[in-house]
């Protein structure tokens, strides 16, 4: 059964700084990696998606990395801004087709202070 | 990007009624739709796949005559909670998924049971 681990539970960084959250799963043979945003009493915003083929995704301010063979992903955040302030989650499936299903970790809380 | 909305945001109810939520892909088709709940500071947990015309797939320890859910068109799933207890008070959250595999969450809709 896969597992999800995301390190650490919560961290409070000041603006400007840049930050890594961290992702690792149990069951390397994944068929992608997602990392997603939840704002307090909302549902989740997608962020970025790897494919298992991929090392990186960029957009904008953000870096996600996937090393499959050890378990592990990274999110970086380049700049924190406060409004960066939300809970990230990252989530990966069990397989492809209709048998999809997404395991997520329990999520990072991240606070960026003004 | 695609967009998935849910009705209602939030609903209070008394023990013992049933609460319909749904959940509909405004600008994709969808033959796949999942349920989360979610607790307070918890992760989000898989509850169901909702498969359009067919029936819904239960993820072990949800019961299935409790939460019922029905996706009866390519657009829309709908998930009854039936005789609501105060222990159903959470979080539930829709996600719809496209062709290749990408999923788009729902705002959410927080249920309180009285």
């Known amino acids: 059964k896969q597992e999800v681990t995301q390190i650490p539970a919560a961290l409070s960084v000041p603006e400007g700084e840049n930050l890594v959250l961290n992702c690792s799963f149990t069951?390397?043979?994944?068929?992608?990696l997602q990392w997603f945003r939840q704002d307090p009493g909302k549902g989740l915003t997608s962020l970025l998606l790897?494919?298992?083929?991929?090392r990186e995704q960029t957009s904008g301010r953000l870096n996600a990395s996937l090393d499959k063979s050890s378990g592990r992903s990274t999110l970086y955040i380049a700049a924190s801004q406060p409004g960066d302030s939300a809970t990230y989650l990252c989530?990966?499936?069990?397989?492809?087709?209709?048998?999809?299903?997404?395991?997520f970790g329990k999520g990072t809380l991240l606070t960026v202070n003004p | 990007g695609a967009v998935v909305s849910q009705h209602p945001s939030r609903v209070i109810c008394k023990s013992g009624t049933s609460v319909k939520i749904e959940c509909r892909s405004l600008d994709f088709q969808a033959t796949t739709m999942f349920w989360y709940r979610q607790f307070p500071k918890k992760s989000l947990m898989l509850m169901a796949t909702?498969?359009?015309?067919?029936?819904?797939?239960?993820e072990q320890g949800v019961e299935k005559d409790k939460f019922l859910i029905n996706h009866a068109s390519l657009t829309l799933s709908t998930l009854t909670v039936t005789s609501a207890h105060p222990e159903d008070s959470s979080f539930y959250i829709c996600s719809a998924k496209t062709l290749t595999d990408t999923q788009y969450f729902g705002p959410g809709t927080r249920l309180t049971v009285l």
């Open positions: 790897i494919q298992s083929s991929q």
């Open positions: 909702s498969n359009e015309g067919s029936k819904a797939t239960y």
């Open positions: 069951d390397s043979a994944i068929y992608n």
């Open positions: 989530a990966v499936p069990n397989s492809g087709g209709s048998n999809y299903k997404l395991t």
